[in-house]
């Protein structure tokens, strides 16, 4: 494996965690962002 290739493995195992858990937080968020606006109504 080169240079270049370690450095685009690393970053992929760092982002792409990152991106999930963003991901899963801002499904959370509209959710409940949802459900406030069903109560309210």
Known sequence: MS???QIKYLIECY???FETAYEKLSVKV???M???E???D
């Open 3 to 5: 240079k270049q290739q």
């Open 15 to 17: 982002t792409i965690p």
């Open 30 to 32: 509209w959710n409940m």
């Open 34 to 36: 949802m459900e406030a």
């Open 38 to 40: 069903e109560i309210r």
